[in-house]
């Protein structure tokens, strides 16, 4: 058996998922910077951030992972916030 092909498969189904998950979670922060230009909020919001960051370390069962589902997040939304700057600008 092939282990390595089909750890990549297994991958493969993964990054499917979780790109259908970021375009969803894009799409909405796409929505909030919407709302902030109407009530002319800005974009950064550290303490959401920061709360963001804990609610999901919370859900970790490996805490092996706790360094890099940090950085996963603050990578995320930076990204985000990428989205919310074009959207506003366009
Ligand atoms: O919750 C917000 O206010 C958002 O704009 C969303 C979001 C995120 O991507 O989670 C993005 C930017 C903010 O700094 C905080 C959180």
């Known amino acids: 058996m092939d282990n390595l092909k089909n750890y990549r498969?297994?991958?493969?189904?993964?990054?499917?998922?979780?790109?259908?998950?970021?375009?969803?979670?894009?799409?909405?922060?796409?929505?909030?910077?919407?709302?902030?230009?109407?009530?002319?909020?800005?974009i950064l919001n550290a303490k959401r951030e920061e709360e963001v960051i804990q609610k999901n370390l919370s859900y970790l069962k490996n805490k092996d992972y706790r360094f890099?589902?940090?950085?996963?997040?603050?990578?995320?939304?930076?990204?985000?916030?990428?989205?919310?700057?074009e959207e506003n600008h366009r």
Do not use: A, P, Y
């Open 9 to 42: 498969d297994e991958i493969d189904e993964i990054d499917k998922q979780i790109t259908e998950l970021f375009e969803r979670r894009m799409d909405i922060s796409k929505e909030i910077s919407r709302c902030k230009k109407e009530q002319e909020i800005g």
């Open 68 to 85: 890099v589902l940090e950085g996963f997040f603050r990578n995320l939304m930076n990204l985000s916030k990428l989205i919310q700057n």
